[in-house]
Structures are given as C-alpha cells and as structure tokens.
C-alpha cells in the first residue's frame, strides 16, 4: 500500500506541478511586468486590491470547496452529480451575496465606507465573480483527481490573461482598473472550459441544497473562520503599513515576496493533491497508512523550499535589481525574511491539512483567532516602532506560532506519543518513510 501511495503521490504530484508551474509562473509574471510598468504607489493600490480578491477566494474555499472535497462520501455518479450540482447552486448564492454586500458598502457615506465607490468596486466585483466560478470547475478536477482536466483549464485561463495584458500595455490601456476587468475576460474563458468539461456534473434538476448547506457549514465555519482571522493577522499589519506611512510599502512587500512565488510551483502542487488523496486515505487505510502519508508530504514540501531559500539567500539581491531594475533595491534585507516565513510554512502546512482531513478544522480557526486578537492589539504601536520590519518579523511570530500548534493538536488527535520503542502503533512514533 505504500508503494501504491507513494505510486500515486508521484504520477499525481506530476501533473500538479506542471499546473501549479503555468499557474505560478504567470502569477509571477503579472506581479514582475506591474511592478515594472506601474507607478509604485499604483502598484500598490493593485497589490491592496488583489488581497481583498484572495481573501473571497479564500472565503469560498472555506465554505465551498474545501466542504465538497472533504465531505465527498463515495465516488457514485448519482451522489457526485446530487454533491456538486447542489455546491455550484450554493457558489451562485455567494456570489449574489458579494455583490450585494459590496454594491450596500457604495451606497454608505464616505466616512463609513473609507472612500469605495463604483468606480473602484466594480471592476473588482467583475473580476471576483468570474475568477470564483473559474475557480469552482478547477477544483472540480482536483476533487475528482481530473488533474488533465484542470491543465486544461488552467491552459486556456492564464495564457489568455497574458495576452490580454501584453495587449493592454502595448496600447497604454493598462492603470489600476484596466488589469481587473482583463483579470474578468481571462476567468471567463476558463469558467466556460470548466463547465464544458463538468456539464454532467451540474444537472439543477438534482439538488439536496438544505443538506449541502447544512453539511458545508458545519465543516466549513471553522475554515471560515481560520480563513478570515488568518487575513486579518496578515493582511491588517499590510494596510497598517499602507495607511500609516504609504502604499509603497505595500509595493515593496509584494515586489520582494514575487521572488519566493515560485516556490508555489510545489507547495501549491503539493497541497492541491494532498487534500483528495488524503481523504482516500484517510477513510480506507489505517491510521499509520494516514500518518506515513502525511510524513512523505512534509519531506515533498521541506527539501525543495529549502534548496530554493538557500538560493534566494545567495542571489536574491542580484535577481532583485535585475527585475525590477534597481526600483526596490533598498528592499532586499526582506528577502532574508521571507524565506523564514516560507520555511515555516511549508512545515506547518502538511499539518494543518492533515487536520482538515481528519476533520478537524476548529484547532486552526483556533490558532489564527488568537493570533488576529494579538494583531488588532499590536499593529499599531509594531508598524509605528518598526516600519515595514515589524510587519515581517509578525509574519515569522505568526509561522511559529502555527507550526507549534498545528503539530501538536496533530500529535494529540492521532495519538501519537513519539516514543523510541514500542509496539503498538498509539505509542509510538513511526517516523519510518
């Protein structure tokens, strides 16, 4: 079994690089050609922009796809046609609620809305709606291990995205609002892809959407909160910096950041396999089988982030300059910073899966409820003290503080008690790959 797993992890984890690659590789691309073409403060405001469009992704993989990949009971077409179809109705729901909220957010006075209106919502709200439904059919192949499927997809998605602003640029059309509203065309293409390939998967006449709803919540409140405590931690300390010195810092954080980007090329690859086979394995093997599962994932995820830091450490300061033509030069002491931060997570990471898949999300929202109570506590007083470095050093307190906690309700759930010797598998480590 676990030649067959390792058989699997491998074949699989294949086909998830190299879309975790196109996908990496164009995110980065559209980072580095902003950051060189767009003032830095405009910059900025994209960079402001574009986290509150992955904070809603993040809210939809807490209440959506995480649920519908997780609470898969079987691999029956009827179920999996009932399973989906009611998740695409409740993925219409939220998207009608975003819009919603937003376009009330427009209407409020200025100084209860800090300054959104139509004409910076809009493009946003355009772009997050197709980006979403583009998103739902991706994860559909990675549900149901379609990983060619979700190549294709992704194929279609981002070669077109960059056309589109390799077009853009080529006609001076490209500022702040132009990328969101290029960002809508390409995940509209991608969205029709999917649904091509997944039209039998999303039959309305098929619907259980009490029980969905029901079934996601339960699972997926934890991951809600987990999701929104974890952007708070983080991205409170970005718009503290943003507000209380400039947007450049904004600029300067995600220009420096782009750099250990490619990094989601595995991690990323990793984590999209992880959780469906994970899952399969949880729920037919044994509790070693899970557990050598989840240590083969973390040795996948370890080796290469730390090959990659030790290279950002020798030439990130070249590569820097060399990108962004010397523009974020007085930024590059970061750089050291990020790996530590990336380090950290790519070990946490195995983990806090793992307890997703043992269906155990609560001990997350936990951790990051407790690190956005100290955050709303400390930004201020850390960013005024200590600049752009403060909101750094929060980021490597916030990576310890989850790799702490995330391996020891891991250890306390399996029941793991890491000892040299022993026969029984309750009682002992089993750290054997």
């Known amino acids: ?124 709200l355009i772009a997050v709606t197709t980006i979403l439904f583009q998103e739902f059919f991706r994860r559909l192949g990675y549900a149901n291990l379609d990983l060619r499927n979700v190549l294709v997809n992704d194929v279609a998605t981002h070669i077109f995205r960059l056309i589109l602003i390799l077009l853009a640029s080529s006609l001076n059309l490209l500022d702040g609002n132009t990328i969101f509203y ?51 931690n983080t991205q409170l300390f970005l718009f503290a910096g943003s507000i209380i010195n400039d947007v450049s810092v904004a600029a300067k954080l995600s220009a420096t950041q782009a750099l250990l980007n490619p990094t989601n090329v595995f991690m990323l690859a990793i984590q999209n396999i992880m959780l469906p086979l994970g899952v399969s394995v949880y729920t037919k093997q044994s ?40 523009k974020y030069n007085d930024a590059k002491d970061l750089l050291f910073i990020w790996c530590g931060v990336y380090l950290l997570t790519s070990i946490s990471r195995p983990f ?20 956005s109570i100290l955050s709303v506590i400390f930004v201020i007083p850390i960013v005024k003290r200590f600049g752009i470095y403060g909101i750094m050093f929060w980021s490597v307190f916030s990576g310890l503080i989850v790799l702490v906690i995330s391996f020891y309700y891991y250890r306390k759930t399996m029941g793991l008690k890491f000892r040299v010797k022993g026969n029984s598998y309750e009682n002992s480590s089993h750290w054997k790959i």
């Open 287 to 326: 509790k070693q089988e899970f557990h050598r599962y989840i240590l083969k994932v973390f040795l996948f995820s370890l080796i290469p982030m730390l090959g990659y830091c030790i290279f950002i450490v020798i030439f990130g300061e070249q590569i820097l300059n060399f990108l962004y033509v010397g």
């Open 1 to 124: 079994m676990i030649t067959l797993l390792k058989s699997k992890l491998l074949n699989k984890g294949s086909l998830s690089i190299l879309d975790q690659a196109l996908v990496s590789v164009s995110n980065f691309f559209v980072v580095f050609f902003l950051g060189r073409t767009l003032m830095v403060n405009e910059f900025g405001k994209y960079t402001l922009g574009n986290s509150i469009i992955l904070f809603i992704l993040g809210l939809q993989t807490a209440l959506i796809i995480s649920p519908f990949t997780v609470l898969k009971e079987n691999d029956n077409e009827n179920f999996k046609i009932i399973h989906y179809s009611s998740n695409f109705i409740i993925q219409l729901l939220f998207i009608l609620a975003l819009w919603i909220v937003l376009l009330i957010v427009c209407l409020l006075p200025r100084r209860y809305n800090y300054g959104l209106n139509f004409d910076i919502v809009l493009p946003m």
């Open 182 to 232: 290029l960002l809508s065309i390409s995940a509209l293409i991608g969205t029709f892809v999917g649904y091509i390939q997944y039209r039998n998967f999303i039959i309305l006449k098929e619907l259980n959407i009490l029980k969905t709803i029901k079934d996601n919540w339960h699972f997926g409140k934890w991951l809600l909160g987990n999701q929104s405590f974890s952007w708070i």
């Open 352 to 371: 806090m899966i793992a307890l997703q898949i043992i269906r155990k999300p609560q001990y997350g929202f936990y951790t990051y409820l407790m690190l």
